[in-house]
Nanobody, 122 residues
Framework: QVQLVESGGGLVQAGGSLRLSCAAS????????MGWFRQAPGKERELVAD????????SYADSVKGRFTISRDNAQKMVYLQMNSLKPEDTAVYYC???????????????WGQGTQVTVSS
């Protein structure tokens, strides 16, 4: 079993940066594909980025390509999302998720964190 706890959210001005962290527990963390999702009010949860178990493969939503970077540290059981050039439309609750398949999907993700709020002001 894997437990996930996100941190690093907050309020930032447009053009600013934030780094989200996801701390995982459980001995099998390195066997999971990890993803970051976000959900804005009134919208469906969407995949922002995901990363393979080794870190060698990543994918990004078109809306964040070139601005966000996902990474992981299996030794520390951590997943990160570096967010640069933030826009007001990036405002959402961001969730960390673990899945056995790539890409991570809302319908198949095995574990979820509680979410962290990111608010980007214009």
């Amino acid at each position: 079993q894997v437990q996930l706890v996100e941190s690093g959210g907050g309020l930032v001005q447009a053009g600013g940066s934030l780094r989200l962290s996801c701390a995982a527990s459980g001995r099998t963390f390195s066997t999971y594909v990890m993803g970051w999702f976000r959900q804005a009010p009134g919208k469906e949860r969407e995949l922002v980025a995901d990363i393979s178990w080794s870190g060698g493969r990543t994918s990004y939503a078109d809306s964040v390509k070139g601005r966000f970077t996902i990474s992981r540290d299996n030794a520390q059981k951590m997943v990160y999302l570096q967010m640069n050039s933030l826009k007001p439309e990036d405002t959402a609750v961001y969730y960390c998720a673990a899945d056995k398949t790539f890409p991570v999907q809302t319908s198949t993700a095995n574990y979820w964190g509680q979410g962290t709020q990111v608010t980007v002001s214009s």
